[in-house]
């Protein structure tokens, strides 16, 4: 079975620009969540979805971040505009059950 | 709150060698699962065991083992005869009940380097 699969795997773009994170999750799974990782702070949840409805964004760091996932099989996670702190990698995963989560390869985004 | 302490920063052994990568969390809830992940060089999170606080057991997976006990909230990783292959960064974590949705709170991460 494939993993989960996101895209781009590498973004580079200039500040102010938009930025759009896409995550396919494993086939079946219920339950997708967006992580940010960075040096700083290590993993963090950003906001989680089930039966595609967002269930907790309070990760999100501010407006300039939206997520959404119009169908079980697809999800995105925008910035708009973007901003050199915005530098990380952000991986996607999914699970059937809320505790065990499979991560796809992440994004790594930089933003300059 | 919850928290995942992992304070070894980073370890360095030699092939073969046995390490053990420490984990010690903290939760006020009776139900929780605990997990590690593995992050090799390539930067995907691969996952390796989940444990539910319920169970104490041992588990042993070839070369690789956890040891949870709740007397002292630790869930320790050990590789036995390390490889180079081993060489990556692993995460400890731990389901936070309060979201009841499987929020996972990581910790920093040991970085672990197998030299051959």
């Known amino acids: 079975d494939a993993g989960v699969i996101q895209s781009p795997r590498h973004e580079v773009t200039e500040m102010g620009q938009e930025v759009t994170l896409r995550c396919k999750p494993i086939?079946?799974?219920?339950?997708l969540f967006w992580y940010r990782q960075t040096m700083m702070r290590g993993l963090e949840l950003l906001i989680y979805?089930?039966?595609?409805?967002?269930?907790?964004d309070s990760g999100m760091p501010e407006d300039r971040f939206s997520a959404k996932m119009p169908n079980a099989s697809f999800s995105t996670l925008k910035i708009q505009p973007s901003e050199p702190r915005d530098s990380a990698v952000y991986f996607c995963?999914?699970?059937?059950?809320?505790?065990?989560?499979?991560f796809g390869p992440g994004t790594r985004l930089l933003v300059l | 709150a919850q928290k995942v302490t992992q304070a070894q920063t980073e370890i360095s052994v030699v092939e073969k060698e046995d390490v053990t990568l420490d984990c010690v969390y903290e939760t006020r809830d009776t139900t929780y699962y605990l997990f590690w992940y593995k992050q090799p060089p390539s930067g995907e999170l691969v996952f390796l065991i989940r444990r539910n606080s319920f169970d104490e057991q041992n588990e042993i997976s070839g070369r690789y083992s956890w040891n949870f006990q709740k007397s002292t909230s630790s869930f320790n990783f050990t590789i036995t005869a390390s490889q180079v292959v081993d060489s990556a960064v692993y995460f400890c974590a731990l389901s936070d009940p309060t979201g009841s949705q499987g929020n996972l709170i990581f910790g920093k991460g040991t970085k672990l380097s197998v030299k051959p």
């Open positions: 086939s079946g799974h219920d339950y």
């Open positions: 995963a999914s699970s059937t059950s809320p505790e065990t989560q499979y």
């Open positions: 979805f089930n039966n595609n409805v967002p269930i907790d």
